[in-house]
Structures are given as C-alpha cells and as structure tokens.
C-alpha cells in the first residue's frame, strides 16, 4: 500500500469549491479530460454507495462514493475496478491497482480561500509501488490545476 498526495491552495471561498465538487456526478465540470459522467441506479450524487461511471481521456472508469461530509467538507471514492497501468508498452507493465481517493477541504480565513488536500491510497504489488505513486502524483496536481480553472470560468 502506498500513497501520493498533492496539495494546494484554491483562490475561491470554501463554499464555492464545495459547491462545486460536493456533488459525486460533477466531475466533468471541473476536470480535463471527463466528458461524461453518470450516477447508477438513480442515487444521488452525494449519496454514500453511489456509483459513478465516467469517461475519462477515452476510457470508460466506474467508482463508487465511500465517503461524504459537508460538515468535513471531504469525499472518498473507490475505484470498482482495479484500474490498468497506462503504457505504451507490454513489457514490465505493472499490475492493475486497487485505489481510494480522498479530496478534503479546509477554509483559509485570509483571503477567503480554500486549502485543498487530495490524496489516493494505492494497493498495489510492493514492487510496483512507486511506479503507480509517481504516475498519481503527477495526475493529482493536473486536477487540482483543472479544478482552480473551472472555478476562474464560474468566477468570471
């Protein structure tokens, strides 16, 4: 097990990051690269044990909601499906992994802004660990970064 973590600070108000992301099916909304997204079986998109199906950069990926609290203003999702390496190769690919994602908000008074901590837990083959760390902690900054963006085009 292993983890990456990224955080950083969001020039928006608590509120209005929640807002946006409190919602499990709102993931195109504020991330690159998600074209569609879809709750299973009618569940609410802040509803625990909800599945959302996504399309992700072409690919089709399914996660279901762990966790909500709009009193933490945090949420956790687990991917349903070990999810597959992306390579362009065949050779020393590591195997699927297991994983949990977890983005928690923390108000910062000054300036009316917003510390955000993502973070995703990786149960993976201890040597393919920091293989699949270092490939997450390239992609967690890559959201947050789609995220501050989505919030300037509401903002503006």
């Known amino acids: 097990m292993t983890t990456a973590y990224y955080s950083t600070v969001l020039n928006h108000p608590l509120k209005t990051v929640w807002t946006l992301i409190r919602d499990f099916n709102n993931y195109p909304a504020y991330i690159d690269g998600?074209?569609?997204?879809?709750?299973?079986?009618?569940?609410?998109?802040?509803?625990?044990?909800?599945?959302?199906?996504?399309?992700?950069?072409?690919?089709?990926?399914?996660?279901?909601?762990?966790?909500?609290?709009?009193?933490?203003?945090s949420l956790t999702y687990a991917g349903i499906d070990?999810?597959?390496?992306?390579s362009e190769s065949q050779?020393?690919?590591?195997?699927?992994?297991?994983?949990?994602?977890?983005?928690?908000?923390?108000?910062?008074?000054?300036?009316?802004?917003?510390?955000?901590?993502?973070?995703?837990?990786?149960?993976?083959?201890?040597?393919?660990?920091?293989?699949?760390r270092a490939l997450f902690q390239s992609w967690i900054p890559d959201w947050a970064h789609s995220l501050e963006r989505a919030l300037g085009r509401r903002a503006a």
């Open 82 to 86: 070990p999810f597959p390496f992306p």
């Open 34 to 73: 998600v074209t569609e997204s879809v709750i299973e079986d009618n569940k609410g998109g802040d509803e625990v044990g909800a599945i959302r199906r996504f399309c992700y950069l072409g690919n089709w990926i399914r996660q279901r909601l762990a966790d909500h609290s709009d009193q933490a203003h």
């Open 91 to 132: 050779s020393d690919v590591p195997a699927p992994t297991r994983y949990e994602g977890t983005m928690h908000l923390i108000p910062i008074v000054e300036g009316n802004r917003t510390f955000i901590e993502w973070s995703v837990k990786l149960d993976t083959a201890p040597q393919d660990e920091d293989r699949w």
